[in-house]
């Protein structure tokens, strides 16, 4: 069984900053790409930013320039480091990571952890 485990997330003023991580646990083969999405009331759950094992990078244009996604290979964790938040931002943000394990390949998510961002 696989985990993943979001943390770092809460209220924050208009410009400020905030770093997001997810730890992978349980039985783990690999694991490629590793992405962070987002939903805010009312809306579809988006993709905000995604990383491959090998530290390629994509952002959805709405965040580019002002958030930063890694991963700790390693750790089997990723992280997003959001600055120069926007009110735009508020949402509940989810880790998610296809991971290969000893029952072959499946589709893991985050319990999710809340960004407020205040004006």
């Known amino acids: 069984q696989v985990q993943l485990v979001e943390s770092g997330g809460g209220l924050v003023q208009a410009g400020g900053s905030l770093r997001l991580s997810c730890a992978a646990s349980?039985?783990?083969?690999?694991?490629?790409?590793m992405g962070w999405y987002r939903q805010a009331p009312g809306k579809q759950r988006e993709l905000v930013a995604a990383i491959t094992s090998g530290g390629s990078t994509n952002y959805a244009d709405s965040v580019k320039g002002r958030f930063t996604i890694s991963r700790d290979n390693a750790k089997n964790t990723v992280y997003l480091q959001m600055n120069s938040l926007k009110p735009e931002d508020t949402a509940v943000y989810y880790c998610n990571a296809p991971v290969e394990t000893i029952l072959g390949p499946d589709d893991y998510w985050g319990q999710g952890t809340q960004v407020t961002v205040s004006s």
């Open positions: 349980g039985s783990i083969f690999s694991i490629n790409a």
